[in-house]
């Protein structure tokens, strides 16, 4: 099985999407930086996610641990059986005060899912890494492009996201985080051929307050009925190690 690399987060976090047929656009103004003094002005979802330096706050020798569960309640399982397990990364020093070498545990036992490592890695690629093991089941469950999943999403992220102030418990007190959403398929003009999924949901939450950033990542969609046809989850533990 490829094993999930750096050019990987590349191409997931970079590059707008359908970028080979679309005219270049006028160059956005450059997003605010994230602190606690600007939260009134939201930063755009991409750079948020995939343009900060998370792991500046990451001390070398430090292992970030999150947990992961996926389950659907469609019949005949094509997501297979539920999923349970972890995501480690051992972090060491990078190249730069705010980069960092990873090494990537990505699930355990037979359920072992080959990734990284990562070197003088400035961002978390925790999330390309479920990103892209939730494209390789969504794709294969809708018999769908990839690419054009994946550009669905990085469209979804770039231009139609929400971007709210939140603040989250961690470690026994309040502190700020951003939370991301957004419904790239929703509007999508092969919606149709989603079988149901058109609704998918992505929630993102974030803080700096936090080990790498990141909180937590949500990916869920239920049929009319309000069955489940998908819930993933991924979520920063704090006391694991």
Not at 24 to 38: I, Y
């Amino acid at each position: 099985m490829k094993p999930v690399t750096l050019a990987a987060f590349v191409l997931f976090a970079s590059a707008p999407a359908f970028a080979q047929t679309a005219p270049a656009a006028p160059q956005a103004p450059e997003a605010p930086a994230v602190t606690k003094a600007n939260t009134a002005t939201a930063p755009n979802a991409s750079d948020l996610l995939f343009e900060q330096p998370q792991m500046k706050n990451v001390p070398p020798g430090a292992t970030l641990t999150y947990t992961y569960l996926r389950r659907s309640g469609i019949s005949k399982g094509p997501f297979g059986p539920p999923l349970d397990d972890t995501i480690k990364l051992g972090i060491e020093p990078g190249k730069t005060a705010e980069s960092r070498d990873i090494r990537v545990q990505m699930f355990s036992g037979a359920n072992r899912f080959p990734a990284g490592p990562f070197e003088d890695m400035p961002g978390n690629p925790v999330m390309t890494l479920f990103l892209e093991h939730h494209l390789i089941d969504l794709a294969r469950v809708l018999m769908a492009n990839p690419r054009y999943i994946k550009n669905a999403i990085r469209k979804g992220l770039r231009d139609n996201a929400t971007v709210t102030p939140t603040q989250i418990d961690y470690k026994g007190r309040k502190v700020d985080a951003w939370r991301i959403e957004t419904k790239p398929f929703i509007d999508d003009k092969m919606k149709e051929r989603m079988r149901g999924f058109e609704n998918l949901t992505y929630t993102f939450v974030t803080s700096e307050a936090v080990p790498g950033e990141l909180v937590s990542i949500e990916a869920s969609s239920k049929n009319a009925e309000g069955g489940e046809l998908l819930q993933e989850n991924l979520t920063y533990d704090p006391n694991a190690g």
